[in-house]
């Protein structure tokens, strides 16, 4: 099946410091990606989506200033979350879709992000 | 709207024992169904699908779901549990507006 690749896995950081988390579909062509964020025992919750070469579709209720995606290329899609803030800390996971497989996404390992 | 429920949020069987989670979905059109598993603190994995044809669908790790219209539900079963399918599980009905929509997961417990 296809894969995604997620990185890090997991990152400390300090209040007001931006952080990235890389998203990478090894053995696909992902022409669309999307960001979920997950809240301890719940469900996951659309944040944006991004097609290569567009500027990202955030839902509603995300700050896109706070939350930068990029999707540069069609295996490589980033989220940085800038600035920080200790109510930022959860469980980023990002998915990808495209090839054969158009309807179907598959998702990364997750990204637990601690701002201290 | 569309929407997809998964009525249990906990369910516990002793390994060995067959499994049944319910999904029920609202949906306009024909939908795509999915049932994803996710292990503490991993990513979500594809189980089976349903897009159209045969309404029960075979998936990894010896899951099935069948897919009734009459019902709205698309539940996943497993005849014999074992224990590390102890994991969260989500079912997700698409696309609407290029999206999935999750429902909010089912944690299953297996007893020794």
């Known amino acids: 099946g296809a894969v995604v690749s997620q990185h890090p896995s997991r990152v400390i950081c300090k209040s007001g410091t931006s952080v990235k988390i890389e998203c990478r579909s090894l053995?696909?062509?992902?022409?669309?990606m999307f960001w979920y964020r997950q809240f301890p025992k719940q469900s996951l919750m659309l944040m944006a989506t991004s097609n290569e070469g567009s500027k990202a579709t955030y839902e509603q209720g995300v700050e896109k200033d706070k939350f930068l995606i990029n999707h540069a290329s069609l295996t490589l899609s980033t989220l940085t979350v800038t600035s920080a803030h200790p109510e930022d800390s959860s469980f980023y996971i990002c998915?990808?879709?495209?090839?054969?497989?158009?309807?179907?996404?598959?998702f990364g390992a997750g990204t637990r992000l601690s701002v201290l | 709207a569309q929407s997809v429920t998964q009525p249990d949020i906990h369910i516990t069987v002793s390994e060995g024992a067959s499994l049944e989670l319910r999904c029920n979905y609202s949906y306009g059109a024909t939908p795509y169904l999915f049932w994803y598993v996710q292990s503490p603190g991993q990513g979500l994995q594809l189980l089976l699908k349903?897009?159209?044809?045969?309404?029960l669908v075979q998936g990894i790790k010896g899951f099935e779901a069948e897919f009734k219209r009459s019902q709205s539900s698309f539940n996943l079963r497993k005849p014999s549990v074992h224990w590390s399918d102890a994991a969260e599980y989500f079912c997700a009905v698409g696309p609407r507006d290029d999206k999935i929509i999750f429902g909010k997961g089912t944690r299953l417990h297996i007893l020794p």
């Open positions: 998915s990808a879709r495209g090839g054969v497989a158009k309807n179907i996404q598959y």
């Open positions: 053995d696909f062509q992902a022409t669309t």
């Open positions: 349903y897009f159209s044809g045969d309404t």
